[in-house]
């Protein structure tokens, strides 16, 4: 545990010259007049002019230096200032547009955190009184993308081991990954995404007995989680056990996840499984969470089709032109309608 909580501090170190610089900037007489939380947010969207949004994961001390990181990277950076003046933040998942990654059958969608940084404690307000003036802190302000649950810090923190875990895995050192998955398991022992990270190790390296194991205890012993029932699926029908597939996409009503785009992806294998009326369901899901994505009406559009629904197909067709973000995408769903209007 020692290991893993002096590697925890390395995670937010920053070397001496970087915290000067906050510093400096953070106490300048000319911003005392520009409250707490305000000043670090103004010093992170300076900080931000000329950042390159690279995909590595870095600590504090390497995303100062680099000037360079993922959204992780900033939010860890953000922490690390925050700690030098006593701000109290928290955090807050983003669902974004998805990254699909389908190597040896598996999924990974992206997402990204938000901070929230409370003001100073305020001397002046009464005891037993409430004071909430923050602001938010948000290192993707113009992707699309939709405000999720809360982030506690044991779960912050094992996101971090979880991306490094999957660069890791990406390059099959497999003890590498496991030993980072490990370190985060010790800092928040049920994390969902974690489990199901390791899951996938087991299931790449050849262990899919061992891998099926961490599935079902996710599903049976913890709120669930939409990634891990989705791969648990896949790994189902790679080995041929399509009822068992179509079983456990029943699942869905078991986990509460806030992140539509998963539910899409569900979706989408329900469909591939002929489960027309199932996957219909869940492409509303999808949709009612986050009305804008036209991907989920398009699925909608084929779901009504497959079930000889044409009038509703058409309607949802017409939702996905409208909502379509590319002018591809609008060229595709026009096409699409077009045929489904010589179907009558």
């Not at 933040?89 to 969608?109: D, K, M």
């Not at 506690?152 to 094992?158: L, Q």
Request: charged share 20%; aromatic share 12%; net charge positive.
């Amino acid at each position: 545990m020692v290991e893993v909580l002096s590697s925890i501090d390395n995670i937010f170190n920053l070397s001496e010259d970087k915290k000067q610089q906050f510093l400096t900037y953070y106490y300048a007489p000319e911003n005392q007049n520009v409250e707490g939380h305000i000043r670090l947010s103004n010093f992170i969207k300076a900080f931000l002019s000329g950042f390159s949004y690279k995909g590595d994961t870095y600590n504090a001390d390497l995303a100062s230096t680099k000037h360079a990181g993922n959204c992780l990277s900033l939010a860890i950076l953000t922490k690390a200032y925050a700690s030098l003046v006593d701000l109290k933040i928290e955090y807050r998942r983003v669902n974004s547009a998805p990254i699909y990654a389908r190597e040896g059958g598996l999924i990974t969608i992206s997402s990204h955190v938000q901070t929230h940084v409370h003001a100073p404690r305020n001397n002046d307000v009464k005891k037993g009184s409430f004071y909430f003036a923050k602001t938010i802190i948000d290192y993707f302000p113009n992707a699309r993308g939709m405000v999720g649950d809360a982030v506690n810090f044991a779960d912050f923190v094992s996101m971090y081991y979880q991306n490094l875990a999957a660069i890791e895995l990406a390059n099959k050192d497999y003890n590498k990954a496991y030993s980072l998955l490990s370190a985060a398991l010790e800092i928040s022992p049920n994390n969902v995404e974690t489990l199901n990270t390791l899951a996938v190790l087991y299931k790449q390296s050849g262990n899919a007995t061992k891998a099926e194991s961490i599935y079902q205890y996710v599903l049976n012993h913890t709120q669930g989680s939409v990634s891990a029932l989705s791969n648990y699926v896949i790994l189902l029908k790679q080995y041929e056990r399509n009822d068992d597939a179509v079983l456990y996409t029943s699942r869905y009503r078991d986990i509460e996840d806030d992140n539509p785009y998963r539910w899409y992806d569900l979706a989408n294998q329900a469909y591939g499984l002929k489960n027309y009326q199932g996957a219909l369901e869940l492409y509303k899901k999808s949709s009612k969470m986050a009305p804008y994505l036209h991907e989920s009406f398009y699925g909608q559009a084929k779901a009504y089709f497959q079930l000889g629904n044409t009038p509703k197909a058409k309607l949802a067709m017409k939702k996905a032109v409208q909502l379509a973000y590319t002018p591809k995408e609008e060229k595709l769903y026009s096409a699409k309608l077009q045929v489904l209007g010589a179907a009558n």
